[in-house]
């Protein structure tokens, strides 16, 4: 497991479509950050604001890190060496989604920063600003459940990219919608809005379970396509 793990890791940090996400995340996050008419309120829900439609950035790398790793059989080498599937689906999850975590929450940590050295964020109960923090990242690890189970069960770079950026896009839609609120709640993106606008209207014990129960099934679903897939 520790070898999956440095392997991936060393291939994370060797990825050049990675360090690209995150610089774009950053620039795209500072443009509309500074664009926006709620930076005078307070910078960390300005920032957190935007993370949903920053969403695709996350699906975009899945494509290099996960969907290219069956066309070029890569996934195929470490269990043919020896290696669990259990173990290989872990190590990628963890890599992909700490690789996903840099992606979206990277500026948000950052400009929240910023923001408290400015003031204009408020930090006036500290519990209750990490407690915040601590939704956000749990979210982002939901958010980053969707792609990876997709790639997991389709096993190919063309769905691995499309099937997630249809549904980002009606995720968008339905969030729109006459029934956004309701819908919100049930989705780590829309949690993330109904946070930023300090409209969650829910307790955030039950934001937790829904995040995790999303986590929890995806992994399972990831764990499926890739037990019944032939790798050898």
């Given at each position: 497991?520790?070898?999956?793990?440095k392997?991936?890791?060393?291939k994370?940090l060797?990825?050049?479509?990675?360090?690209?996400?995150?610089?774009?995340?950053?620039?795209?996050g500072?443009?509309?950050?500074?664009?926006?008419?709620?930076?005078?309120?307070?910078?960390?829900?300005?920032?957190?604001?935007?993370?949903?439609?920053?969403?695709f950035l996350?699906?975009?790398?899945?494509?290099?890190?996960?969907?290219e790793?069956?066309?070029?059989r890569?996934?195929?080498?470490?269990v043919?060496?020896?290696?669990?599937?259990?173990?290989?689906?872990?190590?990628?999850?963890v890599?992909y989604l700490?690789?996903?975590?840099g992606?979206?929450?990277?500026?948000?940590?950052?400009?929240?920063?910023?923001?408290?050295?400015?003031?204009?964020?408020?930090?006036?109960?500290?519990?209750e600003?990490?407690?915040?923090?601590?939704?956000?990242?749990?979210?982002?690890?939901a958010?980053?459940?969707?792609?990876?189970?997709?790639a997991?069960?389709f096993?190919?770079?063309?769905?691995?990219?499309?099937?997630p950026?249809?549904?980002f896009?009606?995720?968008?839609?339905?969030l729109?919608?006459?029934?956004?609120?309701?819908?919100?709640?049930l989705?780590?993106?829309?949690?993330?809005?109904?946070?930023?606008?300090?409209?969650?209207?829910?307790?955030?014990?039950?934001?937790?379970?829904i995040?995790?129960?999303w986590?929890f099934?995806?992994?399972?679903i990831?764990?499926?396509?890739?037990?019944?897939?032939?790798l050898?």
């Amino acid at each position: 497991m520790n070898n999956l793990l440095k392997a991936e890791s060393y291939k994370l940090l060797h990825n050049k479509s990675f360090w690209g996400l995150f610089l774009f995340s950053f620039v795209l996050g500072s443009i509309m950050l500074f664009d926006s008419n709620r930076l005078t309120d307070d910078m960390l829900d300005a920032s957190l604001y935007n993370i949903p439609l920053m969403y695709f950035l996350i699906i975009i790398l899945a494509v290099p890190f996960i969907g290219e790793d069956f066309g070029n059989r890569t996934i195929h080498s470490f269990v043919s060496g020896g290696h669990k599937r259990m173990d290989v689906l872990l190590a990628k999850t963890v890599i992909y989604l700490s690789a996903s975590e840099g992606i979206l929450a990277g500026p948000l940590l950052f400009h929240s920063f910023i923001g408290i050295v400015m003031g204009s964020v408020e930090v006036v109960a500290v519990t209750e600003f990490l407690e915040k923090i601590g939704l956000i990242l749990i979210a982002v690890l939901a958010m980053g459940m969707l792609p990876l189970a997709v790639a997991f069960v389709f096993k190919d770079i063309g769905r691995t990219l499309a099937i997630p950026m249809a549904l980002f896009f009606l995720m968008i839609f339905a969030l729109n919608s006459d029934y956004s609120s309701q819908i919100a709640v049930l989705l780590p993106m829309g949690q993330l809005r109904l946070l930023s606008l300090n409209e969650l209207w829910v307790s955030k014990i039950m934001i937790l379970g829904i995040d995790v129960l999303w986590i929890f099934l995806l992994y399972i679903i990831s764990y499926i396509g890739l037990r019944h897939c032939d790798l050898k």
